[in-house]
């Protein structure tokens, strides 16, 4: 008779542990918030400002705002998981200022982008605040699944077992890579260039890094990487390439780095889907040979 399966032992004596505040990392949280609430506040500057140069500014701004909460956010889990002070407090904390800054800010961010140079157009701010809801919702979504599959007083989920990698994509890579376009377009303007046709790229490329929020493709977490990670001579020099190349290029270089993220783990999910059919049906093929040999074998012995 098979046991039981155990269940996991609490990690906290009681809730007066789990609440802990531990300076260092919860600061790091702290300062995701923080970067989160001005990204939103030059967001709305940027609506009722009139000076395109002003306006260009202002969202350069939040996107740079973004970008260093994304480097807070990285930080704060490696900072209480290296002291070993992780709290249920932290990871809640955690996922209340993600929403914020990688839910709200780039939702509000796509919204005045796209209806200031549309405002003319009936019907525009509707769908723009629609869509900008559903980009919010799927974040938070994915944002409560995160919190309950890495819950340390439950048992991990089976597709959890034996890989590190997140089940969906990161909520900090997709405000990423809406924030490195929304970079990518004020450079572009700010040099005079008139790029034409954004404001209609921005709604189906939200809408597609929702859905990918909430779905069950993998995407790398990077968690194996260290202090103490080691590396070959080549993978550094490439490295420190990839250093130079950003910050020379560096409104280029994030879009390039985060859509690459991006469309890494579906290209990489459907290569193993196609791997595994492809060895199921190599398996097929032999079972079927062999069971045709042993027939074969079993007429001519009669």
């Known amino acids: 008779m098979k046991d039981p399966?155990?269940?996991?032992?609490?990690?906290?004596?009681?809730?007066?542990?789990?609440?802990?505040?531990?300076?260092?990392?919860?600061s790091l949280t702290a300062g995701n918030l923080f970067f989160g609430f001005?990204?939103?506040?030059?967001?709305?500057?940027?609506?009722?400002?009139?000076?395109?140069?002003?306006?260009?500014?202002?969202?350069?701004?939040?996107?740079?705002?973004?970008f260093f909460g994304v480097v807070c956010d990285a930080f704060d889990g490696r900072v209480a998981r290296m002291g070993g002070r992780e709290s249920l407090f932290g990871i809640e904390f955690d996922s209340i200022a993600d929403v914020i800054s990688f839910g709200v800010a780039p939702a509000m961010m796509m919204i005045f982008l796209i209806l200031k140079p549309t405002e003319q157009y009936e019907g525009v701010l509707p769908v723009s605040q629609l869509i900008g809801f559903i980009y919010l919702l799927c974040a938070a979504v994915r944002l409560a699944r995160f919190n309950v599959l890495t819950h340390p007083m439950l048992t991990p989920s089976d597709r959890l077992k034996g890989t590190k990698d997140f089940i969906g994509l990161p909520v900090p890579a997709a405000a990423a890579m809406v924030a490195s376009?929304?970079?990518?377009?004020?450079?572009?303007?700010?040099?005079?260039?008139?790029?034409?046709?954004?404001?209609?790229?921005?709604?189906p490329l939200m809408l597609a890094v929702a859905f990918l929020m909430i779905s069950n493709i993998p995407y790398p977490s990077f968690k194996e990487i260290d202090w103490q990670t080691?590396?070959?001579?080549q993978t550094f020099i490439l490295f420190i390439f990839g250093l130079g190349?950003?910050?020379?290029?560096?409104?280029?270089?994030?879009?390039?780095?985060?859509?690459?993220?991006?469309?890494?783990?579906?290209?990489?999910y459907f290569f193993r889907l196609y791997r595994a059919?492809?060895?199921?049906?190599?398996?097929?093929?032999?079972?079927?040979?062999?069971?045709?040999?042993?027939?074969?074998?079993?007429?001519?012995?009669k």
């Open 230 to 233: 080691s590396t070959r001579i």
């Open 277 to 301: 059919k492809k060895h199921l049906k190599e398996l097929n093929l032999s079972a079927s040979e062999y069971l045709v040999n042993n027939c074969e074998d079993t007429v001519e012995e």
């Open 5 to 26: 399966e155990k269940l996991p032992t609490h990690q906290y004596a009681d809730s007066g542990e789990a609440s802990h505040i531990y300076l260092l990392p919860n």
């Open 245 to 268: 190349i950003a910050f020379v290029f560096k409104e280029l270089f994030f879009a390039f780095f985060f859509f690459s993220y991006i469309v890494f783990g579906p290209i990489r």
């Open 38 to 66: 001005l990204a939103i506040m030059r967001c709305i500057e940027a609506n009722y400002a009139t000076d395109p140069a002003v306006i260009n500014g202002h969202f350069t701004q939040a996107v740079w705002f973004i």
């Open 181 to 203: 376009l929304v970079l990518v377009y004020t450079s572009f303007e700010k040099y005079g260039y008139e790029m034409h046709g954004f404001e209609l790229l921005m709604p």
